[in-house]
């Protein structure tokens, strides 16, 4: 296993199966049903896009589903780069900040 954020991958995703997982906090995260309202999509393509780009986190099988707000908006606008920077840690660079602020979250 190496220490880098993402790995090479065949994943037509582009986000590597074993990548670091993005940190949330408190105020990043929404549910389920919010993400559903914010963005007009399924509750089915939702939890495809969780773990198709690893955006989410739930604790165990009957814990709720826990979204990166700001992720979220990342992979809604298409922004991969964006999001492996935030998968990084990296969530002062200007990419990632622009996310940040069009959602009124602090960085």
């Known amino acids: ?4 954020p993402i790995e090479n991958s065949e ?13 949330m906090r408190r105020g990043d995260i929404i549910t389920l049903k919010e993400a559903v309202h914010r963005t007009g999509k399924s ?19 009957g814990a709720p ?3 990166s707000a700001p992720a979220l908006e990342m992979v809604m606008h298409g922004d991969m780069e ?3 920077l935030l998968r990084s840690g ?6 990632v900040r622009r996310f940040f602020d069009h959602l ?3 960085v």
Do not use: Y
């Open 90 to 95: 990296n969530r002062h660079h200007p990419r």
């Open 11 to 23: 994943n037509p995703s582009g986000v590597a199966v074993g990548a670091w997982p993005i940190l």
């Open 65 to 67: 589903i826990e979204i």
């Open 104 to 106: 009124g979250l602090s």
């Open 82 to 84: 964006a999001l492996e």
């Open 1 to 4: 296993m190496t220490n880098a």
């Open 43 to 61: 509750d089915r393509t939702l939890r495809s896009w969780c773990k198709l780009f690893g955006i989410s986190r739930q604790a165990n099988g």
